[in-house]
């Protein structure tokens, strides 16, 4: 059983189980709610791109520069419409690198309570061999993670 939290991470990636994960966090800061002020920080953890030798043979018209505001728009949109919905604080997040690495330096830097975040969805033999972002930031955190399906 989940305990009242102040301060929620949640992570996104525009998944549908990342969607569940961002409704189920604003349900979390909603239940809190009644107690305390709750908080959600969303975060979006987007690859570095420092690979300059697989660019280099890309065709010219993908080699256009990301629009990180539209990404943002997109992939903020489900958390935002049900933060603002439910009156809950949110914070806007997004951080480049390793998923697991910044999910879990994030929930400590925003002295989280709780991580939510959304199930790969992948199959056995899949998350056996390549692990999954979720299980692998469940094993490394300090604090609660709460896998949502």
Known sequence: ????????????????????AAEEAVRLASISGSRFKSR???????P???APAVIDYLPDDSRKPVDVEA????MFYVIEKS????GIELESLIAYGDPVEEILKMAEAK????????????GLVKRTFLGSVSSK???????SVYIVR
């Open 1 to 20: 059983m989940l305990t009242l939290s102040k301060k929620i991470l949640v992570a996104i990636d525009g998944s549908p189980q990342s969607d569940k």
């Open 40 to 46: 959600i920080a969303a975060l979006l953890v987007l």
């Open 48 to 50: 570095k791109s420092d």
């Open 71 to 74: 990404v943002r728009k997109r």
């Open 83 to 86: 933060a603002r919905e439910g």
């Open 111 to 122: 002295e989280s309570d709780v991580i939510v975040i959304g199930s790969s969805g992948k």
């Open 137 to 143: 930031v469940a094993m490394q955190s300090h604090i």
